[in-house]
Each structure stands twice: as C-alpha cells, then as structure tokens.
C-alpha cells in the first residue's frame, strides 16, 4: 500500500489537474526534479514497510543474466562474440553509441553530429546506409526495438542504463533468432540483484551538452517462507546538447525499468518497461570546401529564399517511443523453458524533403526449450514478431510544415516466423562442436491508397544451417570456426516508397578467429581476434540516386559481393599501472565480377579503423583498481574510403587525439575529464554514399558529415548501496 500511494505522488509530481497515465507519463520524463522524487519514495516505502519485508543479499537472476554469467555464454559461440564492460566505458563520458561502442571488435561506428545518431555496421551489414540502420538485431534486455521489418533507431536505447552490452556478430546471434549479416547488439540493464541501491550522474562539456542520469535499485522479500522475492530496476536520464553545428541541438528524456519476481529458486518473471521522447535537429551534409573552412555551419542549399536547414522546425527527427515486455524462465530438472513476449509503439515526426508522420506497432516473442544432457545441450525456440507502419508523405513548405495533402498513404505490415534447434555436443572436456538450423519465413506487404504502384505482398523464406567448434588450447585460450548460412528479408522505404530491392539478402559466411587471456611476469593480455568471409547474394544498397541534390535515395539488390575481414579486439596490464585497449577493424568489400562495376571496392567505411587508449594508474586501490588514472587515446583512419561505386571519389584519412582521466576518490564518488580531437582536426566522419559521382561537379557536391572539433566533458557520480 505504501508503494502504490507513494508512486501515485511520483507520478502526480508537478500535475495536479489530471490522472490519465500518459500525462502522468510526460510529467516524469521531464527532468531529474521527478527522479529525484521517485528515489524518495523507494526511501519512505522501505522505511515504511520494515515490519513487512526485509532486504536479502546478492544472487544471479534467472531472467537477466549478470556480466559474469553473458562472459562464460560467449565462450560456447563458435565465432565473433564479445561482452561490452560499460562500467570501464563510464571511465569517460557515455552519451552516444560510440562512446559505448567504439572499443568493441568488429562494430563500425561513426557519430553523424554528436547526437545520438550514428553510422553503424557490423560486417558489412546495411554498409551504404549513412541514416538510422538495419541488418543488425537491436534488442535491450534482449528484446528486440527492431521494427518488424528490421529497421532500427538508434534513440530508442539507452546505454546508460545498461550494465554491459552483448555484440554477437554474424550468425553468431542464432541464439536471438538472428540470421542477418550483422547479428545481434543487447544492451542488458542490471536488476535488483546486481546494481547499487542508488546511483546518480551528471556530464557537462562542449557545445552545450548536459547528461543528467539517476537510478535506483533493490531486492525485497517477505519474512514468511517460501514467499516471492521482488527486485527492481529503475533508470531515468536527461540529455541535452546545441551541438558542434548550426542546427544540430538534441534533447532527449528517458525511462527504463525491470521488476522480477522470484516465484521460487526454479521460476522467475521479469517485466520491462521503456519511454523514449527524442527531438533532434539534422544539420544536413556540408560540401568539401564547406567541410574545410567552416565544419559548424549548416547545409547551405536554399529553396527560394529559404533555408532549410536553418529553420528550427524543419529538418528534424522527433521520435516517441513505448515498450512493453516479460520475459519468464522455469528451470525443471535438467530442462529449461524460457517464455517472452514484447510490444512496442513508436511514433515520429520527420518534416525533410517531405513531411513524414509514421505510426509503428511490433509485437513478437519467443518459446525457448534447453534441455541439458551429459555432453548435449539441445535448444528448440519459436521466435514470432508482426509489425504495423501506417503513414504519410506531404510536400513540405520548407519551414516544419505540410503545404498539401499526402501523396502516400501506406500501411506496411510484417510478419516473420523463425524456428532453430541448436545441439552443443562436448566431444571432450576441451571441444565442443555446435550445430543449429534455423526456418525463417517472413512477409512484407504494402497497401498504399494514394501511389498504388508502391503496393506489393511478397514472402521470403530460408533453411540456414551452421556448424562450428571450439577448442580450448589452454584453460583461458581458445580457438574457434564455423561456417553458416545468413538471410535478411528487405525492408520496407522510409516514406513509403517502394524498394527496388525484391530479393532477401542470402549469403554464406566462414570465420575462424582465438579469444583469451594470458599473463607473463608483470604483463597481463587478453584478445579476441575474428577473420571472416562472407560471399553474398542480393545484397541491399541505398544509395543518392540524384546527385549532387542527394534528395531522394533508393534501395537495390547488388547480385555478387564479397565482405570480408578481421576484427581484432586487445587488452595489456603492466604491472597494474599501465592499461592500454585497442580495437582495429581491417574491412574489404567488393562486387563479384559485376556488370557495371566489375569487381570494384563497395562504397561505406574506410578499409581500415584503428581505436585505442593508454592509461596510466597510480594511487590508493579502490574496487580493484589504482584510484586515479590518466592517459592519452585516438582515432586514426590511414586510408581513404569510396563514396560511390565507381570509385572515383574518396573520403579523406584523418587521425584523432584526446586525453582522459579521473578519480575513484572512493567506492562512493567518482570523477572523469574526457578531452577529444585536441588538434582540432576538420574531417568527416561519414559520408553520403552514391553509385556514381564521377560525372559530378565535386564543387557543389554536398555529401560530407563534419566530426565534432575539438571538445572537453567532465562528469561525476556517486553509488549509494
């Protein structure tokens, strides 16, 4: 009773006109006076009810696995896996994907303006899409924020409120039903059992950016035996920023939240909740001359005498987004049954060279079944998901609003089944071998009232064998290799249009690669080093199909291409003061023998990236670690990347240097200074991608996206248990 009536207040915090939840809802997403209120009730309902409840220790979940159990699951995955530590990456600051990202092997990300948007891809996956993505399954707490057809935004996450991050790359992701090129990514909060009772955190720097973040967490059982045991998670952030570009300011409120039940030591529940509100400006791309004396400004084009990447309520991406799930786990004996369903709906305001309004709902889940035997380990999963977009198009005035009626009215429905059994056979206590075949069979639909020739209903379907082994060499050096089949149904065109691309994306990938951890004398190492070659077939490409404009973009099936590559994550300890981490991406993608661009190299991110940062640690030992630490880090691009696919444009190289340090002054508080591209470099970090700009006139080509300059961010937090 205590908790209802004092979550009642929370919710009524600021607003006492009103009860309906979603004003509730808007009220609480306004800023950290709200969370601050949602922190005191947790405070006065344990205050209230000691003689009803007491606080129990730590343990594991049934539902959400801790950062230590997701560590052990990678070493049975055949090929490119890797576990994000995010609480090594709140060592600096933590606002975009690549801050959360940008160390991990195989994943290709690139901010477009320092919101929350970035260019990413993992092998290949949705290479020429330089806006939002595809080709990857996104899931937090593994439930997917994918639209039905695969589409994804990146606004929807929330990294801060994530303890560590799943990449599973390629076919690797079978475990989520995930088949596509790039895998899966998810981000995975922690629950009451693994997270501080209270934690708080704020970020200041550059271009007018604030972050304001605070969680609260718990675990609470009845005194009476055999009674459920309850624990939470609740998270809630606040970020805003003008950013290093004339219209490019970002402001965002989000909430996320998890509350298990704990029916015995066998059965368990866990319901999820999400609330995303997303506004956010697009400052357009910049011409290379533009790029070179003033990176800040703007888009320079005009239509008349407007500008439209001037006027605040034009060019912009404004996204609300709720979710929904439950995921429950029954350990019987040696079978383990894992029951999930999810919905979501997702709306978005994206006045560009049309006004956009769309409607998204999705709704899936999965039946999973291990069954645990003394060498076998035997999982059968459903995993069904539908989705509906319903939307519009209208010509715009240039100034935010419609100036007609809609030319596309569309409703785009997807459905997909897939069904996987999987067999880990331990052959000896050092290999296992993992065999799994998946069904997928998907279909996308389009009934547009308005541009009848963009109708269309096709299905799509795939057998996907693979098979891999892993051996262990040592108790913490493995090898490992597989070979997998890979499917992706299209996706449907952002504003209803239809794609030209009518084939599913199919291919086959080999990798082999070695994980570990070794130590000798004072060094300490660890890697995770992956090749892979994936030939594909039907392989999607959005590109500008009127340069130099770039207005309009479209979506085609390229029938031959080759992706391959090596993916390399390191890690070095001397002496436990010296802590170096590097990640290099080494990528070659070309077309196989093609009718117009023979076996030229595909356009989307430069052949090779390189990250890294070297720490110096000194100092009283705080959670394992010397308390203070400070060193140098960098970005550094050495080869020019194709933007079309004749070749005959190139995105310049470049090299980035920052500097980080902090303090854990105690178990309690703790500081960071986060300095990024010091010398101030002008470049792009990504580029508008074309099949041909040779005919062009490179002077008015606009297809640059300028990276921040230089910048400062400092932040603090402190964790109360």
């Known amino acids: 009773m205590a908790l209802r009536t004092c979550l009642r207040s929370c919710a009524n915090h600021g607003d006492d006109k009103g009860n309906s939840v979603v004003k509730h809802l808007k009220v609480f997403l306004r800023g950290p006076v709200v969370l601050a209120s949602l922190w005191g009730c947790v405070v006065v309902v344990q205050a209230q009810s000691l003689d009803t409840v007491e606080i129990v220790g730590k343990s594991d979940s049934l539902t959400q696995p801790s950062f230590e159990s997701a560590q052990e699951r990678v070493k049975a995955i055949p090929g490119g896996a890797s576990v994000v530590d995010l609480d090594v990456t709140r060592e600096g600051r933590q606002s975009t994907w690549s801050d959360s990202l940008g160390l991990a092997p195989g994943v290709f990300i ?92 704020t970020e200041v720097g550059s271009f007018g950016y604030n972050k304001v973040f605070g969680s609260t967490a718990g675990v609470v059982k009845p005194k009476a035996d055999a009674a459920p045991v309850w624990d939470y998670h609740v998270a809630a952030s606040q970020t805003q920023q003008e950013g290093f570009r004339e219209h490019a300011q970002m402001e965002n409120q989000k909430l996320l939240g998890n509350l298990g039940v704990k029916l015995s030591r066998d059965v368990e ?28 400004m703007a888009n320079s084009s005009t239509v008349g005498a407007i500008y439209p990447y001037r006027v605040d309520a034009n060019r912009r991406r404004d996204v609300d987004a709720q979710r929904l799930a439950n995921k429950t786990t029954v350990r019987d004996g040696n079978t383990i049954y894992e029951f999930a369903a999810y919905a979501m709906n997702y709306s978005l305001w994206h006045p560009i060279d049309s006004v956009i309004e769309q409607n998204a709902k999705s709704q899936g889940g999965h039946i999973k079944v291990t069954q645990l035997y003394d060498n076998h380990e035997l999982t059968f999963a459903y995993l069904p998901s539908i989705g509906s977009t319903k939307g519009t198009s209208k010509p715009t005035n240039n100034l935010g609003s419609a100036s007609g009626a809609a030319t596309s009215d569309y409703n785009q429905q997807s459905k997909n089944h897939s069904w996987f059994v999987e067999n880990k056979y331990k052959v000896s206590p050092h290999t296992t071998w993992v065999a799994a075949l998946q069904y997928d069979r998907a279909q996308r639909k389009v009934d547009d009232v308005l541009l009848v020739a963009n109708n269309m209903n096709h299905t799509f379907t795939q057998w996907s064998p693979r098979l891999g082994v892993t051996h262990d060499l040592a108790p913490h050096h493995q090898v490992f290799a597989s070979i997998s089949r890979n499917f992706e149904a299209p996706i449907f065109g952002l504003a209803g249009t239809t794609t030209l691309a009518n084939q599913a994306q199919r291919g086959t990938t080999l990798e082999f690669g070695s994980r570990g951890h070794a130590h000798a004398g004072l060094h300490r190492y660890g890697w995770d080093a992956t090749y892979y070659r994936a030939q594909l077939h039907n392989e999607f490409q959005t590109s500008c199909s009127n340069p130099p404009a770039c207005t309009s ?103 980035l240097l920052g500097f980080k340090a902090g303090q854990a002054i105690d178990t309690t508080w703790r500081w960071f200074v986060d300095a990024r591209n010091l010398t101030n470099k002008k470049y792009a970090g990504t580029t508008n991608i074309s099949a041909d700009y040779s005919a062009i006139n490179k002077s008015t080509l606009a297809a640059y996206y300028p990276g921040d300059g230089r910048s400062i961010y400092v932040g603090l937090e402190a964790k109360f248990d």
């Open 110 to 201: 690139q901010d477009r303006f320092g919101s929350e948007e970035a260019r990413i891809s993992i092998r290949g996956s949705a290479l020429s899409r330089t806006y939002h993505s595809f080709g990857t399954k996104v899931m937090q707490d593994g439930v997917p924020i994918n639209y039905a057809d695969g589409f994804f935004d990146m606004q929807t996450v929330d990294p801060n409120a994530s303890r560590y991050v799943e990449v599973l790359r390629g076919p690797n992701a079978t475990t989520y039903g995930a088949t596509t090129l790039g895998g899966a990514i998810n981000f995975v909060a922690p629950t009451g059992y693994t997270s501080p009772a209270f934690v708080a955190r």
């Open 269 to 296: 529940s866990r319901f999820y909740v999400a609330a995303v509100r997303s506004r956010t400006q697009l400052p357009g791309y910049l011409t290379q001359a533009e790029l070179a004396q003033n990176p800040t």
């Open 553 to 655: 973009f479209s979506t085609q099936n390229i029938a031959n291409t080759l992706h391959q590559g090596l993916e390399l994550g390191a890690h070095h300890v001397y002496d436990r003061t010296v802590e170096s981490r590097m990640a290099l991406l080494y990528s070659r993608f070309t077309f196989q023998s093609d009718a117009y661009y023979g076996n030229n190299t595909m356009p989307g991110f430069p052949p090779l990236l390189v990250r890294g940062e070297m720490l110096y640690r000194w100092g009283s030992e705080v959670s394992g670690k010397p308390s203070f630490y400070a060193g140098p880090k960098f970005e550094w691009v050495p080869r020019a990347a194709p933007m079309d696919n004749t070749n005959s444009l190139y995105n310049d190289p470049y090299a």
